[in-house]
């Protein structure tokens, strides 16, 4: 079954950073949106940032100014930069794919879920 394999997670001070990698096996991506989720406990899955094809970055406002996704396309592989992290960045990150971006705050009909990597902010 193709899906997403995330890696890039663990423990990080408040204030510190972490960069996440995606990467995609089976076919190329390059046609599809991309969005990095994450879930805390206890609490719902929310879509943190999406990357159309053309590169048209969306963020949710908990992290806007603080993250950055890009997309390496010859490499099937998605990132996230995290900056300034806080202790309510806390959750398992993963990715999905979908052919747009205009349900990434839900993650409604994307596909190809990756198992995720945990990111802990704790001092």
């Known amino acids: 079954q193709y899906k997403f394999v995330e890696s890039g997670g663990g423990l990080v001070q408040p204030g510190g950073s972490l960069s996440l990698s995606c990467r995609f096996s089976?076919?190329?991506?390059?046609?599809?949106?991309v969005t990095w989720f994450r879930q805390a406990p206890g609490k719902e899955r929310e879509g943190v940032s999406c990357?159309?094809?053309?590169?048209?970055?969306y963020y949710t406002d908990a992290v806007k100014g603080r993250f950055t996704i890009s997309r390496a396309n010859a490499k099937n592989t998605f990132y996230l930069q995290m900056n300034n992290l806080n202790p309510e960045d806390t959750a398992v990150y993963s990715c999905?794919?979908?052919?747009?971006?205009?349900?990434?705050?839900?993650?409604?009909?994307?596909?190809?879920w990756g198992q995720g990597t945990q990111v802990t902010v704790s001092s």
């Open positions: 999905a794919s979908d052919a747009t971006c205009n349900n990434y705050l839900t993650g409604w009909n994307f596909d190809h």
């Open positions: 089976g076919f190329t991506t390059a046609h599809y949106a």
């Open positions: 990357i159309t094809q053309d590169r048209q970055t």
